[in-house]
């Protein structure tokens, strides 16, 4: 077991309930060194040993699969900060304090909030090139599951490429920074049909009343006639002002 | 012949994913859709509203499916212990829309529920579910220390 001391913070982390009740309740605690998950009530067929109550234990630097399914198993994350050297290559989740809170800053000077860059061009155009659009929508409140905000993130690309993996991921803005609150595991396509609309989302639950600034982001990797290629950063939506009903 | 991603025009999209009646119709369609697949491996469907249930054939055979409607284009999926996807459908068929292969894929036992241990200890859970459109969740390829458990075909009944 962990050992706390006063620098824990215990992480505000919505209870994750599954049918059965698989996962629930799930506890982390963090202080820059440690990640406690405990999980109780795992069904003993997955987990080798029924209704375990299993304590996992993670220290930095979190690299591979541990990491990715720190981030992944467990959606939502709130208030967990990661170390900057995760290495994981899949549905990694980056620090965001210094990039978007320095977009933050810089935007919000010009009243952008945390919008990111729109608009973008294709370079390279010529003949056979493929280039895919990343659009990321605002973030809303779900009308038809109230409780959830969603941002969903659109890919389109011009030619037929191999094979396409789309990241989304929901920012909010908390204690003066933009935290993920969910980065989904990627969506992979193939093949891809040109000018068709790809879609994936994240999504975080919120509290009947909560209110607060999200923005939703997206980036797009794929492979085409072989070569691979990805997005040089994310691109985000426009900041906004949710409020759940 | 290169790739490249960029940003697209920021969205214009306010229409906060509210299902109108084009969306409730779609909706419906695809229940109709899900149901007959249900029925045809012998299985059952029951449509309430907002919420599909997909029950598998007599004798426990497979994984009993839930499907929400969450809003315009969105529905959630949940099944076994670990899938719980949003998941996509357009308004006209042809178009990118997953959720039926995603259910279809479930039924047809394509779906896995992955346990990643390490140094024995049981670390989390995810799912893998590829379909004729893709995959979702997590390439078993990159889950180097995996328990894999393969959802029961439907049609193993």
Redesign the interface.
């Known amino acids: 077991m962990a050992t706390r001391s006063p620098t824990h913070q215990r992480a505000h982390l919505p209870t994750c309930v599954?049918?059965?009740g698989?996962?629930a309740p799930v506890e982390r605690f963090r202080d820059g060194l440690t990640v406690r998950?405990t999980?109780h009530g795992?069904?003993g067929?997955?987990?080798?040993r029924p209704d375990?109550t299993?304590r996992?234990r993670h220290k930095p630097p979190y690299r591979g699969?541990?990491c990715?399914?720190?981030c992944?198993?467990?959606p939502p994350q709130r208030n967990l900060e990661y170390h900057p050297s995760m290495t994981s290559?899949?549905?990694q989740p980056r620090r965001p304090t210094r990039s978007v809170t320095l977009a933050v800053v810089v935007l919000a000077i010009v009243g952008l909030g945390c919008?990111?860059?729109?608009?973008?061009?294709?370079?390279?155009a010529?003949p056979?090139?493929?280039?895919?659009?990343?659009?990321?929508?605002?973030p809303?409140?779900?009308?038809?599951?109230p409780g959830?905000v969603?941002a969903?993130v659109?890919v389109?690309c011009t030619n037929t490429?191999d094979?396409?993996a789309i990241d989304a991921k929901l920012h909010r803005f908390a204690n003066g920074k933009w935290v993920d609150v969910d980065v989904a595991?990627p969506?992979?396509?193939?093949p891809v049909?040109p000018n068709?609309?790809?879609?994936h989302?994240a999504?975080a639950p919120c509290a009947k009343g909560e209110r607060g600034s999200y923005c939703g982001a997206g980036?797009?990797?794929?492979?085409?006639?072989g070569?691979?290629?990805?997005?040089?950063d994310w691109?985000y939506?426009?900041e906004r002002t949710v409020e759940c009903a | 012949m290169r790739l490249s991603f960029v940003p697209g025009a920021l969205s214009e999209d306010d229409s906060d994913g509210a299902i109108n009646p084009q969306w409730e119709a779609r909706w419906a369609e695809i229940c109709d859709r899900l149901t007959a697949e249900a029925e045809g491996r012998g299985g059952r469907g029951y449509r309430d509203g907002d919420n599909l249930t997909l029950v598998p054939p007599h004798g426990g055979q497979g994984e009993r499916i839930r499907v929400q409607l969450v809003e315009a284009e969105s529905a959630r999926v949940r099944a076994g212990w670990t899938i719980d996807v949003f998941e996509h459908f357009s308004l006209v068929d042809g178009s990118y829309s997953p959720l039926v292969p995603v259910v279809v894929a479930i039924m047809d036992g394509a779906a896995q529920e992955i346990a990643e241990t390490s140094g024995g200890r049981w670390v989390g859970v995810c799912h893998y579910i590829p379909h004729a459109a893709g995959s979702v969740g997590l390439p078993p390829e990159l889950s180097p220390d995996r328990l894999v458990r393969s959802l029961p075909s439907w049609r193993s009944a």
Do not use: M
């Not at chain 1, 067929?45 to 080798?48: H, V």
């Not at chain 1, 990111?116 to 294709?122: E, L, Y």
């Not at chain 1, 068709?196 to 879609?199: A, C, I, L, S, V």
């Open positions: 599954h049918d059965g698989v996962v998950t999980v795992l069904p067929e997955i987990a080798g375990a299993t996992i699969a541990a990715r399914l720190a992944i198993a467990f290559n899949l549905a919008q990111g860059a729109g608009g973008g061009s294709p370079e390279e010529g056979g090139n493929a280039h895919c659009s990343v659009t990321a929508d605002y809303h409140e779900s009308s038809g599951t959830w969603v969903k659109r389109v490429i094979s396409l595991a969506r992979v396509v193939s049909t068709e609309k790809y879609t989302q999504q980036r797009g990797s794929g492979v085409y006639g070569n691979p290629a990805k997005s040089a691109t939506s426009a």
